[in-house]
């Protein structure tokens, strides 16, 4: 199957609903004062599907490679934020446990992903030749 379309990434749609919940996770009440952390975990969620759909409209498959890899670091920096909103009574032990759940499961299928494409030999789509 050839994804034609960052929006088929089923790694792209996962962030995409990982920056969603993010967003309106930050809205309550809690979150208005602290506003620099509510802007970073919020920065750090959606650099996740930034970042793959960024790396994919390149055509190249080192440069989605290494787009993938900020992805899945910005998905682990979203993580401990998680665990630093939680230190300060933002969420719930049943949002951290959700929200951790959320990035681990992310942050490994954006490494499959790495490893699959790294294993395909495949250069990308703008070195085809005509």
Request: proline fraction near 2%; include cysteine; charged fraction near 30%.
């Amino acid at each position: 199957m050839t994804i034609e379309k960052f929006e088929d990434l089923i790694i792209w749609q996962l962030g995409r609903d990982l920056a969603k919940e993010i967003y309106g996770l930050t809205k309550s009440d809690c979150w208005k004062e602290d506003y620099e952390f509510r802007s970073q975990i919020r920065n750090s969620s959606g650099s996740v599907p930034d970042n793959i759909s960024e790396g994919f409209e390149r055509e190249g498959n080192n440069e989605f490679v290494n787009f993938l890899s900020i992805a899945k670091g910005s998905c682990g920096e979203c993580r401990s934020q998680i665990y630093r909103a939680y230190d300060r009574q933002y969420l719930s032990k049943e949002q951290l446990d959700y929200f951790v759940g959320k990035t681990s499961i992310l942050c490994s299928k954006i490494h499959n992903t790495i490893v699959k494409i790294n294993a395909s030999g495949f250069k990308g789509t703008k070195f085809r030749r005509p």
